[in-house]
């Protein structure tokens, strides 16, 4: 497993403020790399640097090993699918797709016959060549945005960037792409970088995720590593529903417990190696990881809680619970099998200890 | 239109009160001229005086008495050469104002520079270059101070090449605004996308921005050669024998000869190859649009 890019303490300074700040990663060959995070994180900006079309004021963007911090985006073996997808008002979709074949960047040219037949085939791909002759305006969203992928993907690049491209589509025509882009990337195994603020379609994605935040980089890894493990409050918050929790370590008898400010307990198991008792610590447990029971079966060991909102969510039933003597709420996603509760009701929060991660102090022993 | 869309009775009489100084307007100065200028050409003049007729003897004596149509042909040469000139010097001004131009400030500043020659009088312009260009004029002044040559030269004026070199000047700013307005309109993006291709900066230009930016180029030669071709201050100041133009032989036949119909006829014909290519270019303008 080769880094096709490196970025080495990229920095984007513009006058009075910081778009991106001292990131460093590498992109592995082949794979699919999610830049996710809120408008403002820096993820465009550090898209449009590995890109070149805008210039760092520090750091280096590397290509296989090689500098490329200041070359022209013309120079770069890389294609991007742009968010309003850019496409040539003035050319037909067949010529949009053509426009990078019939380039003088083309040494030796590519032959009228070589033009035609890759135009023909990538049209294919997006399922376009019946459209072929039409004007970007005469095309739909969504068929504007295969031409743009045919574009970025018909001079065989090893990297194809997208920044943000199914934000314009609406949701169907989203989830239809979404699912094209994933068999694309597994047929054409090319380096895809994806710029999205939708933490839902980078986890569905991509094979590994990179979290910004001002400018940063909080996490990168694997979704599943992310949505489990996340390293900071920040990442545990973005990505799906999270409860955090801060409270002091207690050593009872069966392992380590959190005792939260209201004097609610929740047990921790062993928990991690260096967890030490009167340490204050805190937690994030995933909401369908909440498991609720009516007040009645007070046998078993859990935190009472009493509802104060439920939201039916078609698939599950979203309940907000508020914890007594305590301003904590908690959210808990039910997928079903909880008899119907009210709002008002007591009910027993249950949470598995191996289910609790501890976010800070960070330990290496919880992951 | 049907009942159901159509405005009630208050509501039209209320815009028909908005519309009449416009109309008013629109009647006394143009519909009413224009009738005129018909009525006129189809007359005919005995001992300087105006008879009227019905007559198309002056329309045909514009294609076939001198110097009519060769003055006409040449100040169409005139007014190409000045649009040809005004979009070649206008284009990257507007260029640059439009891709390469960062801050709002600097923008304005081009912007206002286009402008403000437009404070000052086309006749006070004109007069000024006639001293740059004249026997004592700045250009001979400099020649003779660097030694390139020895005795004053005539040959900068009272010339077409004066004339047009004057049009220029003075009609640029359409040129530079009309293509600026249409460049403005091509999102950096698709500039960017290009470049993204594999494009050089010149092939980005040929095959991207140029072909986007012909309704502007379009519309501001066709404004730069409507008024070029019709202007009579530039050829009467630094024209000189040499370089009449067909205003200059209406004035001259309105005010000297009192040939009115003759004048008016001269007028029905350039209104009429106004139009068609005006409706020429609007067509063009209008294929070559792309939509955005």
Redesign the interface.
């Known amino acids: 497993m080769t880094a096709i890019i490196e970025v080495r303490g990229l920095q984007k300074r513009y006058a009075g403020s910081v778009a991106v700040q001292n990131l460093s990663f590498d992109v592995t060959e082949g794979e699919f790399l999610s830049l996710l995070g809120a408008s403002g994180s820096g993820k465009t900006t550090t898209l449009r640097m590995i890109a070149g079309l805008e210039y760092p004021t520090g750091g280096q963007v590397l290509f296989q090993g090689q500098d490329i911090t200041n070359l022209p985006a013309a120079g770069r073996k890389m294609r991007m699918v742009f968010q309003d997808f850019a496409l040539f008002p003035n050319l037909t979709a067949w010529d949009n797709v053509a426009f990078g074949l019939r380039l003088r960047i083309n040494r030796p040219r590519v032959s009228a016959a070589e033009i035609k037949s890759r135009v023909g085939r990538y049209l294919e791909i997006v399922q376009l060549s019946a459209h072929a002759e039409k004007l970007p305006h005469q095309l739909s969203g969504g068929q504007r945005q295969r031409v743009a992928l045919a574009r970025a993907l018909v001079t065989d690049p090893p990297i194809v960037l997208f920044d943000e491209p199914l934000g314009s589509l609406d949701a169907s025509m989203r989830k239809v792409m979404q699912i094209e882009l994933k068999r694309l990337h597994r047929e054409l195994r090319k380096t895809f970088i994806y710029v999205t603020h939708d933490q839902e379609e980078a986890m569905g994605l991509s094979d590994r995720v990179a979290v910004l935040q001002g400018g940063e980089l909080l996490q990168l890894a694997t979704p599943e590593e992310i949505y489990a493990h996340p390293e900071s409050e920040a990442v545990a918050r973005f990505i799906g529903t999270a409860n955090v929790l801060t409270g002091t370590v207690q050593a009872g008898n069966g392992g380590f417990a959190l005792q939260l400010p209201g004097g609610a307990r929740i047990s921790l198991g062993n928990g991690p190696a260096d967890l030490a008792p009167n340490q204050t610590v805190t937690v994030m447990i995933r909401a369908e990881q909440l498991r609720i029971r009516p007040a009645a079966s007070l046998a078993e060991e859990g935190l009472v809680a009493r509802v104060a909102e439920r939201l039916f969510l078609g698939d599950k039933v979203r309940y907000e619970l508020e914890l007594p003597g305590s301003a904590t709420r908690l959210t808990a996603l039910d997928a079903g099998g909880t008899p119907r509760l009210g709002i008002g009701d007591q009910v027993l929060v249950l949470v598995e200890p191996s289910r609790v991660c501890v976010i800070s102090p960070r330990t290496g022993a919880a992951r | 239109m049907s009942a159901a869309t159509q405005a009630p009775w208050h509501e039209r009489r209320q815009l028909l009160v908005w519309l009449i100084p416009p109309l008013l307007w629109f009647t006394v100065f143009m519909v009413i001229p224009y009738c005129l200028l018909f009525y006129y050409s189809l007359g005919s003049t005995e001992y300087m005086t105006f008879k009227p007729g019905f007559s198309l003897a002056n329309l045909i004596r514009v294609f076939r008495t001198e110097p009519y149509l060769s003055v006409l042909l040449k100040s169409a040469r005139i007014g190409a050469l000045t649009a040809l000139g005004a979009t070649v010097l206008g284009y990257p001004v507007a260029f640059c104002l439009a891709f390469h131009t960062r801050t709002a400030r600097a923008k304005f500043l081009i912007y206002l520079l286009v402008i403000v020659p437009w404070w000052a009088a086309y006749l006070v312009k004109a007069y000024a270059w006639k001293t740059i260009l004249g026997t004592n004029g700045l250009l001979n002044a400099l020649l003779l101070q660097l030694h390139l040559i020895h005795e004053p030269l005539t040959l900068f004026l009272y010339n077409q090449f004066s004339v047009v070199l004057t049009l220029i000047y003075i009609f640029t700013p359409f040129a530079i605004l009309s293509i600026y307005a249409q460049l403005e309109r091509i999102?950096t993006?698709?500039v960017?996308?290009?470049?993204?291709?594999?494009?050089?900066t010149f092939?980005t230009l040929t095959?991207?921005i140029i072909?986007?930016s012909l309704p502007g180029v379009i519309a501001g030669a066709i404004i730069t050669f409507a008024l070029a071709t019709g202007d009579f201050i530039a050829p009467a100041l630094l024209g000189g024998s040499n370089a009449i133009m067909i205003s200059n032989v209406v004035i001259n036949l309105l005010g000297v000869a009192f040939d009115w119909p003759m004048a008016a006829s001269i007028g029905i014909v350039v209104i009429g190859v106004g139009t068609a290519l005006i409706s020429v270019a609007h067509y063009l303008e209008h294929r070559s649009q792309?939509?955005?």
């Open positions: 999102p993006s698709i960017e996308a290009s470049s993204n291709l594999g494009a050089s092939e095959r991207i072909p986007l792309a939509r955005f």
